[in-house]
Structures are given as structure tokens and as C-alpha cells.
Antibody
Framework: QVQLQESGPGLVKPSETLSLTCAVS?????????WGWIRQPPGKGLEWIGS???????YYNPSLKSRVTISVDTSKNQFSLKLSSVTAADTAVYYC????????????WGQGTLVTVSS | DVVMTQSPLSLPVTLGQPASISCRSS???????????LNWFQQRPGQSPRRLIY???NRDSGVPDRFSGSGSGTDFTLKISRVEAEDVGVYYC?????????FGQGTKVEIK
């Protein structure tokens, strides 16, 4: 069974960098597929942040591209998100997910982690 | 970006009765490979989204057959044949054809 688990600070100060990691179990990232980050502000809808292929190719949402970096560490079977210069508008539950391109969407999701941007 | 518009945004339903959610995209979701990458997700209160349907009408493993998806081009529908109590939650459509992938606003399904 594929499982994903997000981890990282739950509180980040404005203008600083949000950093999250997604640990994957039950599947080897190096075997293939895309791996993505999605966020959901409290009480609101879902927004794709970006995706990374197991080889390292990345796709970022243009609305966030200047501030986002997604990387993969196949040796640890995990991938990471960095979002710089955060503001209160970046407060959200952040989910990581596996994406099978042949299906055109995420099939497995992490449980999500709430990140609050506040001083 | 492709705008996904769902209706209704709120759907009160009676247990055992059918329910239907519409999703329209601002442009065709047919990809160059001929596939239409339209997904449906269910998000129960306090949980992560769970995918129910991919490529318009394919049910994910373990999804009850009372859930079905249909549609083409820019017009899509999720149907629940007989609503059960466990179906309460917010349902989202999502397109995976055009980057950035985008979600609908969500439809909240509740029991009358």
C-alpha cells in the first residue's frame, strides 16, 4: 500500500521560506511517476503547486513559479517543497500526492499538514 | 488557466435518492493523445481528498459502483445512484489536461 506523509514546521514567519518534506512508503520514487504538491487554504478549494518527475523534471504553477522549488531525493524516497517569501495568503493545508500521468491526476494523497504564516 | 465551474455548490439529498454534480471547463479537456483527463474527488470532513473517477468515467479501485462519471469535451457529470450517509462531503472535479491543473470550487453534499 502506497503511503505519503508530509512533515515540516507548522508555523512560518512572513517573508521566510516554507519547507516541507513528503516521505513515501510502499513504492520506490525512482521506479517512476510524478509526485506533486497541492494546497488548500482553510475553508477553501484546492490549488496545484507543482509536480516533479522521478528523474527531476519539474512543473510549477505559473502563479507561484517565482517562489517554488520542488526537489526529489530518491535515496531517502522522499520529495520536498520550498516556498519562499511567504505571506498570510500562503496559510493552507499542504498535501503531497502521487500522480500517474496515464490517469491524469493524483491517486494517492498524504493526510496533509497545516502551515500557518504568522509573526 | 482552465476554469472549472461546478454546480450546484450545495446539494442537500435524501438518503437512498440519486444525486448529480455538473462540472464545466472553460476549454476542451481532450488532450493531444486523445484522452480526456477529467477527475472527480471526494473530500470527507477532516480528511484528504480521495479520487473516485479518472479519465471521465473510470472508477478507482475500491470505489463503490454507485458512483459514475460521464461527459465529454467541456461538460462532465458525477452521479451517485443512491446516496448513503458516508457520501457526505465536498466533491471536486479536476482537469489534468492543461497545465496548471485546476480544480472546481467544490460541491458540498449533505443529507436532508
Amino acid at each position: 500500500q502506497v503511503q505519503l506523509q508530509e512533515s515540516g514546521p507548522g508555523l512560518v514567519k512572513p517573508s521566510e521560506t516554507l519547507s516541507l518534506t513528503c516521505a513515501v512508503s510502499g513504492y520506490s520514487i525512482s521506479s517512476g511517476y510524478y509526485w506533486g504538491w497541492i494546497r488548500q487554504p482553510p475553508g477553501k478549494g484546492l490549488e496545484w503547486i507543482g509536480s516533479i518527475y522521478h528523474s527531476g523534471s519539474t512543473y510549477y504553477n505559473p502563479s507561484l513559479k517565482s517562489r517554488v522549488t520542488i526537489s526529489v531525493d530518491t535515496s531517502k524516497n522522499q520529495f520536498s517543497l520550498k516556498l519562499s517569501s511567504v505571506t498570510a495568503a500562503d496559510t493552507a493545508v499542504y498535501y503531497c500526492a502521487r500522480v500517474i500521468s496515464a490517469s491524469g491526476g493524483p491517486d494517492y494523497w498524504g493526510q496533509g499538514t497545516l502551515v500557518t504564516v504568522s509573526s | 488557466d482552465v476554469v472549472m465551474t461546478q454546480s450546484p455548490l450545495s446539494l442537500p439529498v435524501t438518503l437512498g435518492q440519486p444525486a448529480s454534480i455538473s462540472c464545466r471547463s472553460s476549454q476542451s479537456l481532450v488532450y493531444s493523445d486523445g484522452n480526456t483527463y477529467l477527475n472527480w474527488f471526494q473530500q470527507r470532513p477532516g480528511q484528504s481528498p480521495r479520487r473516485l473517477i479518472y479519465k471521465v468515467s473510470n472508477r478507482d479501485s475500491g470505489v463503490p459502483d454507485r458512483f459514475s462519471g460521464s461527459g465529454s469535451g467541456t461538460d462532465f457529470t458525477l452521479k451517485i445512484s443512491r446516496v448513503e450517509a458516508e457520501d457526505v462531503g465536498v466533491y471536486y472535479c479536476m482537469q489534468g489536461t492543461h497545465w496548471p491543473w485546476t480544480f472546481g470550487q467544490g460541491t458540498k453534499v449533505e443529507i436532508k
